[in-house]
């Protein structure tokens, strides 16, 4: 068992920001049902543990627990329904990290969920219902943050290639639309909720997409925080020092002295290209030898 979660860890710490959010919502999931299971047994109040998680639809009830505006979109009860979240989320996720940075993957799924929430909110508040649905179930799952990525993309690169199986190749601008016009061919009274919730995250999406294709970073503030968290200083202002080795010393035929200052120099500036390339796309956009040449290279100055 140790040697499995062990497997998990390391995957884990060496996947991608997509990949990192499925195992995440993936284990919420599990952790739910087992959770279901065990209160179940002794008939405990599981929907009173469930709230705490989930969005409520009534605005004073939201006031008094704003994390569910983060918490509910990791949350999933239904199989299926994880596992379309899951499928979207892998396609459309690795489309966005081709354009954008990892953090900035990470801030407009977490955006595109709260403004989904926030419209179902106000939805349940002056929309009038057909049923008492609205006014009551919570809302659960992330697909307003997998519609919201869908639709950035979808609006940055419409005519991007897609291909699929058995379907052949799409334009990335029609798969956004058949996500949605699933949706909307999916609505009922019960689902009207969750309808208003993907209509927040597209809306959301369209904006990252448009702001996007004039070069505006809606979430350049995050990239700047992650930077400053973990450099802690702003700026290529590691300071590198080198010993030389008795070879370089003794041989007198070579100007030692020279090479010494051409490897410094050379390696001065592969540093500094890389702490650049950190700190306009951050840390997970470099290659692995480029983190490698980075931990390195800071070994050094603690030697």
Known sequence: MASIWDKLISYYRRGNTTTRLIMLTVGVFLMVRIVFGLMGLFHADVKGWMDWLLVPPSLLEVLSRPWTLFTYLF????????????????????????????????????????????????????????????????LIGASASVMALAVAVAVFRPNEPVSLFLFGTIRLKYLALIMIGLDVLGFNPESEGALLAHMGGALYGLTV??????????????????????????????????????KETTNRTVDVDQVYRNRKRQEETQLDTILDKVKQSGYDSLSKEEKKQLFEMSNQTNH
């Open 75 to 138: 949350v999933h009860y239904n199989p299926m329904h994880l596992l379309m979240n899951m499928v979207w989320l892998y396609m459309f996720g690795l489309f966005f990290q081709r354009w954008f940075s990892s953090h900035q993957l990470l801030a407009h799924y977490i955006l595109g969920g709260v403004a989904g929430a926030l419209l179902f909110v106000l939805g349940s508040q002056f929309l009038p219902s057909s049923g008492s649905t609205l006014s009551q179930a919570p």
């Open 209 to 246: 997409g448009l702001t996007s294709r004039r070069g505006i970073n809606l979430v350049g503030w995050f990239d700047r925080l992650v930077y400053r968290l973990s450099f802690k200083k702003k700026g290529p202002k590691m300071k590198v020092t080198y010993k030389r080795s008795k």
